[in-house]
């Protein structure tokens, strides 16, 4: 049972404009689009000068613009399963690591939607990659667009998830350059190797993003076309950080800080910029709540809706001023068993604070590992090519050093000096207070929410079955 301090005992009477949504035959639709590891800042109105994301943009302007919003896990299946359950990850049990089973007794909100008379579907990829139910827990899966639609019935209102792999590795090799982007007006982050070889990786990303992109603003265009793009609610996202090395599977902001954006026809207050910190826990009691729904008690997630409806820029609710990040498997890539990488941190407007359970383990995975290659946790790709090879490099050798080289148990970064959190301050006798008022919060704030972690049962985690792509389910022995 969750502990005092979220959503517990909330009913309808206090969400009095979601009663009335539930009243009304007209209740909002919902659009959830979300692409396949795209992170922050990688959108044109966000000041990226290379990549172009019109429909994003759109949507920011039309709506609001989240300027901290955070995936909890960057991992595909457990963060999607946090947006399907309104719940912190590591309260789901086999659902808190990649390629697992999705738990039972556990209830989504497009199933909670569909029930209460919602139209609700899927497209490409929504819970996963894992093993769903046989009611699908994001919703039936449609072919295409089309098909969803075509099946839909008049009088229904919708809740559509459309999902897209983009932009997912691998990429075809120079389709960013040869689609008209220039390698000299790419910014290199400073943990990556600053060539020729990762500005044409990150071009080959940024088209696969603009592509998602442009899929999305089809869509769009059809809802307006038929008259109903003003009754939807529209939310774009990323499931975590970008596919590069110190990124995707790590808790620094290059692994779960994303863009995200949302429109609603005249209930948000287009142009809006907002500074309250969400995650993706949030999605779902929000959803309930502009379907008339009640949140589950045991949804660690609190609503949107007010940050909605304010109508300022800014900051809204005070009491958004930070995020709690996690991660358990990501894939099987330790030395010698299925085990994981488990951590947690607390994201806040100055600093973030890692807290590593196990710093014997290799962060992105070992150099030989008994069931994945070396470093798995990292995509295979140009750029970790680059990182790899020239480990021994004295001119290069940090940038391995950076996303592979074990890590101490605690970290400690001072985004004022450091955004890109490159230095460990954890050890600065100047930062013991901050470090110990933020490892405390955090603390505070697993046990509230019934982390196995901080309550002597964190080994359970290493135990699930991994379904991955290997002979048989990997169970750790």
Known sequence: MIRRGFLAGVGLATFGSAALFAKDAKRPNILFAIADD???????IHGDTVVKTPTFDSVARNGIL???????????????????TGQYPWRLKTGASLWSVFPEGVQTYPNMLEDSGYFTGSYRKAFGPGKDRARSVAGKKYKSVDAFFEARPEDKPFCFWFGTSDPHRGYKWQSGVKSGMKLEEVEVPPYLPDNETVRTDICDYYFEVQRFDRELGEVLQRLEKAGELDNTLVLMTGDHGWPFPRSKANLYDSGTHVCLAAQWGDRIKPGRGVDDFVSFHDFAPTFMELAGLQPLEEMTGR?????FTAGKSGQIEPRRNHVVLGKERHTPCQENDASGTPMRAIRTKDFLFIHNFKPERWPAGAPKAKYKGPYYDIDGSPTKDVVVENK??????????????????????????????????????EYAEVLEKLRSRLMESLEKSDDP??????????AYLYRGKTTSPIIMK
């Open 38 to 44: 795209w992170g922050w800042p990688h959108a044109s």
């Open 453 to 462: 972690r901080v309550l002597g049962q964190g080994d359970v985690f290493d």
């Open 392 to 429: 021994d490099d004295p001119r290069l050798g940090k940038f391995f050093d950076l996303a592979i080289a074990k890590r101490p148990a605690d970290e400690l970064y001072d985004l004022r000096k450091d955004p890109h959190q490159i230095k460990n301050v954890a050890g600065n006798p």
């Open 66 to 84: 989240f300027e901290n919003a955070f995936a909890i896990v960057p991992s595909c299946t457990p963060s999607r399963n946090s947006i399907l």
């Open 303 to 307: 609503s949107l809706m007010n940050i």
